[in-house]
């Protein structure tokens, strides 16, 4: 995942402040999403009562919208929950640096993808926030 962002990258940032009066620490693709990375502390506010932000947000990007928190250390499990929902995966395991994701069939499917490009997102994504060399799906 790079960090350089190009003129799409910061419409879509500044769209995301027009709808809800939140500013955005970061934005990435995942899936067929967009996510949005903000404050845990403005988390409802970007959401928005009745989720309308959220609804608005959708219908504007044409895509499956998500805002999550900023992710700390120590929540990466509820990080990946909330990022790969609705897939719902067994357990998360961190060895020296290598998440292991258990899941069953169905979603370890969805979390390899096509070409292995959920699981290249989502190995992005994950080192981007955390210390983590690679993620492996068991």
Known sequence: M???????SIQSMNLFNR???????FF????SSIVFIVDPLELGA???ERDNNLRK????FKKRVKILPE???????????????PVKFKSLM???EIVTIKAGPQGKASLIG???SNLDQLEDILKHYFKIKSVRIA
């Open 94 to 96: 961190i060895e020296n």
């Open 57 to 60: 947000l959708g219908i504007t």
């Open 19 to 25: 709808i809800t009066g939140i500013k955005a620490k």
């Open 2 to 8: 790079t960090t350089r962002l190009d003129i799409t």
């Open 28 to 31: 990435f693709n995942y899936s």
């Open 114 to 116: 096509r070409n292995h």
């Open 71 to 85: 992710p700390t250390p120590e929540k990466i499990n509820r990080f990946v929950k909330l990022l790969v929902a």
């Open 46 to 48: 970007a959401i928005g």
